[in-house]
């Protein structure tokens, strides 16, 4: 296991596998996806070299992300590949749920135990404000998909914005009545790109905390080792509700995860300053012990916190960008 300067230890990661997107959700690609000069994005073999790399050194949990990661026409594969390697217990995914209805079944047999599938409103029109994409309906057959191909784990990620899905935890709860499906409300995050749009649409988790609580649902104590989500659970309702709030008091003291952008950058934080290359310890099964050490040794820099309360989103433009 990789422990860093502040005991953390890192088990969890994000592998970006594009940064292509088909949606133009207003707080991420609000223009739609626009090609950028760079490396490729990493190839199979890079990305079997990487994760074995990674799952070495105790990361057994693994997401693939993006981008919209199956806009990837290899993605069964990377779903295959990544799944035989030793060390990775958990598979999951992060997706818009475009290619889902189809193909949810498929790639859990190739090896997807779990999945997140943003749907920031259940409210048709809304759905198409945010992303862009009059598709709420081909994204829920996809979700009701997922939950009868046997995933591990189904959870609905929703980015909380002032004015626009505010009013929506109702509907919210209505779909997890009788689902065991989990929503997680995500915080707004600032970055580069989204400075004026946080400023009018930013909104704290206790908008959602407060509500569920006044209504009887009891806040889950932490496991070991858990990530940053704060968790909900009521005795009515088969699903759960997770809240991820970034600006929260010690967000970042539990951080347990560590990304590589698709094209094999490195990033500590999802708000560092730049990511540092692996690229070239890719190109060769022979690299991977050189890759480990050099990735260890990288986490001995790894600050304490973000510094978005300072208004301070680092490098990162848009959460496409490495992977969110
Ligand atoms: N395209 C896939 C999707 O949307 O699920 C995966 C990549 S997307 C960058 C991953 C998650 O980040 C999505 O749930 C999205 O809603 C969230 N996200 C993107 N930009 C964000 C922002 N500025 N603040 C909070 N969440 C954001
Ligand atoms: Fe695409 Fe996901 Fe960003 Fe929406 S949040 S634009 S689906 S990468």
């Known amino acids: 296991m990789m422990r860093d300067a502040y005991g953390r230890d890192f088990s969890y990661l994000r592998l970006s596998v594009t940064d292509v997107c088909n949606f133009s959700c207003s707080y991420c690609l609000p223009d739609g996806f626009r090609k950028k000069p760079g490396p490729s994005f990493m190839g199979l073999d890079e990305i079997r070299r990487l ?47 475009y290619k889902l209805a189809k193909n949810a079944q498929k790639w859990r047999d190739a090896g997807l135990d779990a999945i997140n599938i943003s749907i920031d409103s ?17 994204v829920m057959d996809g979700v009701e998909a997922c939950l009868d191909a ?33 929503i997680r409300f995500i915080e707004l995050m600032r970055t580069g790109d989204n400075g004026d749009y946080f400023s009018k649409y930013h909104l704290p988790a206790s908008h959602i ?27 009515d309702f088969a699903g759960r509700i997770g809240l991820i709030a970034p600006y929260s008091k010690d967000f970042c ?18 708000f560092s300053e730049h990511g540092i290359s692996l690229r070239h310890f890719l190109q060769n099964d022979d690299d991977i012990p050189a890759l480990q050490d050099f990735v260890r040794q990288s986490l001995t820099v790894k600050k304490a916190t973000h510094f978005l309360h300072e208004g301070l989103s680092g490098g990162t433009q848009k959460l496409a960008d490495i992977g969110g």
């Open 51 to 97: 994760a074995t790399a990674f799952a070495a050194l105790g990361m057994w949990k693994v997401r693939i992300t993006g981008g919209e990661p199956t806009l990837r026409k290899d993605f069964t594969d990377i779903v295959r590949t990544l799944k035989a390697i030793d060390g990775v217990k958990l598979l999951a995914t992060t997706t818009n749920g």
């Open 122 to 138: 259940f409210n048709a029109k809304t759905f198409h404000d945010v992303t862009g994409h009059d598709r709420l309906t081909q």
């Open 150 to 182: 046997g995933y591990k784990s189904v959870k609905l990620n929703a980015v909380l914005l002032k004015g626009i899905n505010d009013q929506d935890l109702g509907n919210f709860l209505d779909f997890i009545e009788t689902r065991p499906v989990s």
């Open 209 to 235: 905390t407060e509500q569920l609580e006044a209504s009887g649902w009891v806040q889950k104590t932490r496991e070991i080792g858990a990530g940053p989500a704060q968790e909900y659970v009521h005795g």
């Open 253 to 270: 003291a539990t951080c347990n995860r560590l990304r590589v952008s698709a094209r094999g950058n490195l990033h500590l934080c999802l």
